[in-house]
């Protein structure tokens, strides 16, 4: 019973939970706030009534922004279309058709009319609407619904909802990467519980999130970033539970090379911010005898004249006040530094255990997708794979893939390395009206993926000829003449 409970809230929303909002084909990632307002496709509202509710459960916007659960569909209370024509030729898209007025249709909402209603009175007081097609008449309903019916749906998140959510909104942050193009990288990676999986990404944090997700939170994930920092924004919205976040860590590209060659100390602390430490606490101090130098000569002008001594009795309260001010200062600035030093030392312990499961050089899976040139960093992470282990290179361009086969046929150490592109296209499956969707995706991309092997060492020429068996003497037999 216990079990089933618990099988029951992972499907319920819960305040703080991370939720995908969905109208349509637009996505909008989001946290459950109570009294929060959200702004989603130019509608306001809240969420506060969608505690407790099951995920995929579609609510209708009430007047004041609230959510309500959208009752099931009764058959007998459908769009009445009144009959159908023939053909559409005798139609004409003058614009004098509909007999409401822009004012008659915001009446009607003011009036507390819902969608369905609004789309019936549209048809009831449009003249054409009865002698087009059937099919004329499905589109026709299906785009009046779309702009007045106020429906959204409240998805759970999961690595393909993101995908095209970001796919639809904001491409270019994640280097154009389709979800099928993501589903073939998980899949060629091996991506599977307990394994350790080194993962470079410019993506906002959508294939790190993907590879989290796979994992289910067993094994052990590095990740390798440029810059100063990890970007992680797309693995916030999947709303991981926090052991999900003890299998995660991280590592600086820049420090790679120390590593390989093995002169990485991370006992050591950050010499350039004790620098600027050492800077800022210089400059606090210069700053300080200036202060007091300033204060020693108003006090000696202060004694020699007592005339000015008795005029600014009142104004030496409010100079009394400085001190406080300084000393409040150099608090706040004693406890930004022991923040840094703690948040610095944090950093060294992370930078250490990443570092220790990287010396091991027996990675289980590689996943690179970058708007960077991937060569060099393929180059370098394959070091750190085991033998018969995966990896796949994703790029928006073939060109700089070439690069990495060409360099990987010359370098050996690879097998069954292939450079795929994907093509993904949707279709309308409606009765007697079956067809590709006219709009759709030029390209997700290119993959190149393969399977690392052990390297056979090369032997020394001398070596080998010593190895070598001595050539036989061939017999002469003499023949009489």
């Known amino acids: 019973m216990g079990d089933t409970v618990d099988d029951d809230s992972l499907y319920t929303i819960k305040e703080g939970d991370y939720v995908v909002l969905k109208r349509g084909d637009v996505f909008k990632a989001v946290q459950i706030q109570t009294k929060k307002k959200v702004v989603f496709e130019k509608q306001w509202f809240f969420l506060d009534n969608a505690v407790g509710q099951l995920y995929s459960t579609t609510f209708e916007l009430a007047s004041g922004g609230i959510l309500q659960p959208r009752k099931p569909k009764d058959p007998e209370c459908s769009t009445d279309t009144k009959g159908a024509g023939t053909d559409n030729r005798n139609i004409q898209d003058d614009g004098k058709s509909q007999k409401l007025t822009r004012d008659d249709i915001e009446t009607l909402k003011e009036?507390?009319?819902?969608?369905?209603?609004?789309?019936?009175?549209?048809?009831?007081?449009?003249?054409?609407?009865?002698?087009?097609?059937?099919?004329?008449?499905?589109?026709?309903?299906?785009?009046?619904?779309?702009?007045?019916?106020?429906?959204?749906?409240?998805?759970?998140?999961?690595?393909?909802?993101?995908?095209?959510?970001?796919?639809?909104?904001?491409?270019?942050?994640?280097?154009?990467?389709?979800?099928?193009?993501?589903?073939?990288?998980?899949?060629?990676?091996?991506?599977?519980?307990?394994?350790?999986?080194?993962?470079?990404?410019?993506?906002?944090?959508?294939?790190?999130?993907?590879?989290?997700?796979?994992?289910?939170?067993?094994?052990?994930?590095?990740?390798?970033?440029?810059?100063?920092?990890?970007?992680?924004?797309?693995?916030?919205?999947?709303?991981?539970?926090?052991?999900?976040?003890?299998?995660?860590?991280?590592?600086?590209?820049?420090?790679?090379?120390?590593?390989?060659?093995?002169?990485?100390?991370?006992?050591?602390?950050?010499?350039?911010?004790?620098?600027?430490?050492?800077?800022?606490?210089?400059?606090?101090?210069?700053?300080?005898?200036?202060?007091?130098?300033?204060?020693?000569?108003?006090?000696?002008?202060?004694?020699?004249?007592?005339?000015?001594?008795?005029?600014?009795?009142?104004?030496?309260?409010?100079?009394?006040?400085?001190?406080?001010?300084?000393?409040?200062?150099?608090?706040?600035?004693?406890?930004?530094?022991?923040?840094?030093?703690?948040?610095?030392?944090?950093?060294?312990?992370k930078l250490a255990a990443a570092a220790s499961l990287l010396e091991g050089r027996d990675a289980d899976g590689l996943v690179i997708a970058s708007r960077f040139n991937p060569c060099p960093v393929l180059m370098a992470l394959l070091k750190f794979l085991s033998p018969s282990r995966p990896f796949v290179v994703y790029s928006q361009y073939k060109e700089c893939l070439i690069e990495c086969y060409t360099k990987l046929k010359e370098q050996g150490g690879t097998v069954n390395l292939k450079l795929t592109d994907y093509w993904l296209r949707h279709y309308q499956v409606l009765p007697n009206r079956t067809h590709p969707v006219l709009l759709m995706s030029g390209g997700g991309g290119y993959l190149l993926s393969g399977t690392t092997v052990a390297a056979e060492r090369s032997k020394p020429a001398a070596s080998r000829r010593d190895e070598e068996p001595a050539a036989k003497r061939q017999k002469v037999t003499e023949t009489e003449g």
């Open 111 to 349: 009036q507390g009319l819902k969608g369905q209603e609004i789309i019936q009175q549209l048809i009831d007081n449009s003249s054409t609407f009865k002698d087009k097609t059937e099919y004329a008449q499905d589109k026709y309903i299906k785009k009046k619904k779309k702009k007045y019916e106020n429906i959204v749906t409240i998805l759970k998140p999961s690595c393909r909802i993101l995908a095209m959510m970001y796919h639809g909104r904001e491409p270019g942050k994640i280097c154009h990467l389709r979800y099928d193009t993501l589903a073939q990288m998980l899949t060629l990676a091996n991506i599977h519980a307990n394994s350790k999986v080194l993962v470079f990404e410019t993506c906002a944090g959508l294939v790190l999130g993907s590879v989290m997700e796979r994992m289910g939170g067993f094994g052990s994930v590095i990740q390798m970033y440029p810059g100063g920092g990890p970007v992680r924004a797309g693995v916030e919205s999947f709303g991981f539970p926090a052991h999900f976040h003890d299998m995660l860590h991280e590592f600086p590209i820049c420090h790679l090379n120390a590593l390989i060659a093995g002169t990485l100390d991370t006992t050591a602390k950050d010499l350039s911010a004790d620098l600027k430490e050492s800077d800022m606490a210089a400059e606090v101090k210069t700053e300080a005898e200036v202060k007091t130098e300033a204060e020693v000569k108003t006090e000696a002008e202060q004694k020699g004249s007592p005339e000015e001594q008795s005029m600014e009795t009142n104004s030496g309260a409010h100079e009394s006040l400085v001190p406080k001010k300084e000393e409040e200062e150099e608090k706040r600035r004693e406890a930004k530094a022991q923040e840094k030093k703690v948040k610095q030392e944090e950093k060294r312990k």
